[in-house]
């Protein structure tokens, strides 16, 4: 028998910006739920440490924040729903959310922090060698590769990151790049170019992911150069693929305006999208920051704005009695 929820304002997503959200709408009186995803806790749930969120003076972890922010989103009066929605109807109101286990979510406003993920280069190789050496995320996987040699693709922030961390575990990390420079900052480019563990390849795109032995494991990339055309095989037993994120909009791509890379577009300066009741924040609408301090940040204006919605409404509807 199919279940259906009523909720004021109902939250997709459990990464920093839903749960802001969530704890904002709480204390504010409206009941909010909040529909966890596919990955309870967003991106921080796959990082280790984290030293750049405001308010503890020693390094933390990504999992355990996570878990704080939803005690604290429960504690003032969240409730936490573990579905996937499936479908969103957004061309009424309430709201409909379709979730996988059978229950209709009906809500008078929605927050949407569906987040980000990271992105693949797409090769069936590059499939293949998933969970065989072939990763996305060189903090959640870096340590498998503890003393043996590691590459990293891409030329952003992220890509330098990864490389940097990896050294932790790794003395010999190669960087893999298309082009013949990063668009990373350059305080990050500096600590590169400092860091005589890692090498760097310009110029240059993988074409297979290269798998060998019994049980198979990832031995290493075969790259070209996209000056001479020429191809060689990079060792390797580890493979992180930084090459950015694409956000998790799929569900709304018919219905809310999207940017021309998917992102949600939002009014400047607010979180409001563009069908009023429905707002968006966290990385599903920010490609720039993409930090959870500034996730949060538009949690909270999310939830504010939801607030300031429905309280408009029902001072019209009072005012026409
Ligand atoms: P970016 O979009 O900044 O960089 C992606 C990189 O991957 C680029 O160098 C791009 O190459 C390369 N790339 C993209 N597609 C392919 C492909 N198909 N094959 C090979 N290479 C590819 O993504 P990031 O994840 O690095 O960063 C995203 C945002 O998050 C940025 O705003 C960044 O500043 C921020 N960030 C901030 C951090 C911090 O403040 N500490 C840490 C991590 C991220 P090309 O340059 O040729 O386009």
């Keep these: 028998m199919m279940t259906t929820i009523s909720t004021r304002l109902a939250v997709l997503g459990s990464g920093p ?14 009941s909010p739920i909040v529909i966890q995803g596919i990955q309870p806790g967003g991106q921080l749930t796959t990082t280790t440490d984290v030293e750049n969120y405001p308010g503890f003076r020693d390094v933390i972890q990504g999992p355990w924040l996570m878990e704080e922010m939803q005690a604290q989103a429960e504690h003032v009066g969240t ?16 709201f409909v959310l379709k979730g996988d286990n059978g229950t209709e979510y009906h809500a008078d406003t929605l927050v949407i922090a569906t ?52 050294t932790n575990h790794s003395h010999d990390v190669t960087l893999i790049h ?4 990063f668009r990373a900052e350059k305080i990050l480019q500096d600590r590169l170019f400092a860091n005589d563990k890692i090498k760097v390849i310009w110029d240059s795109e993988v074409v297979e992911f290269v798998g060998g032995g019994d049980p198979e494991a990832l031995v290493g990339l ?26 998790s909009t799929e569900l709304f791509a018919d219905q809310l305006e999207l940017d021309e890379d998917g992102y949600i577009k939002v009014e ?30 538009t949690g909270c204006m999310a939830a504010l704005d939801a607030e ?12 026409a009695e």
């Design 178 to 181: 298309r082009r013949d420079s």
């Design 268 to 297: 400047v300066g607010t979180t409001k999208t563009n069908i009023p009741g429905v707002f968006a924040c966290g990385d599903v609408m920010d490609k720039i920051y993409r930090q959870a301090v500034t996730a949060a940040g």
């Design 79 to 94: 409730k936490m729903v573990w579905d996937h929605i499936s479908s969103v109807d957004l061309s009424r109101r309430p």
């Design 115 to 166: 987040g980000a993920q990271a992105k693949w280069l797409g090769l069936p190789s590059e499939e293949h060698m998933k969970g065989r050496g072939a990763s996305a995320c060189a903090t959640c996987d870096g340590f498998f590769y503890r003393g043996k040699k590691v590459a990293v693709i891409g030329g952003g922030n992220t890509a330098v990151e990864e490389a940097l961390y990896l």
């Design 17 to 30: 910006a839903g749960l802001t959200a969530a704890i904002y709408a709480a204390r504010a009186g409206l």
């Design 308 to 319: 300031k919605f429905l309280a408009a409404e029902e001072y019209q509807a009072l005012a």
């Design 222 to 247: 075969d790259i070209r150069n996209r000056r001479t055309g020429g191809i060689s095989r990079v060792d390797c037993d580890g493979a992180f693929v930084a090459i950015g994120h694409a956000p």
